[in-house]
């Protein structure tokens, strides 16, 4: 699958419960079926609405489709995709 259909996670990176997620994800991603970037960063300054990124604090889904997914169901579709 190419870089740019992948689903996204974006995650505030201040956030430990955020962290101990991403470093779970990571150790379960074997296939990378989802690209990681911090809330804070480059790549959310050109995916998200400035909205979405300054009033979010937890994690936010960008799928194949180009829809967000917040909070928990972000979470959920992730657990899907990796498997």
Do not use: W
């Amino acid at each position: 699958m190419a870089e740019n259909n992948k689903p996204i996670l974006f995650f505030d990176g201040h956030c430990n419960l955020c962290n101990g997620f991403i470093d779970f994800l990571v150790r379960r991603d074997q296939g990378r079926q989802v690209l990681i970037a911090s809330l804070q960063g480059k790549t959310a300054e050109e995916k998200l609405p400035a909205d979405v990124r300054e009033r979010l604090n937890s994690v936010v889904l960008l799928d194949r489709q180009g829809k967000l997914h917040f909070k928990s169901s972000a979470i959920f579709r992730v657990i899907a995709y990796v498997g």
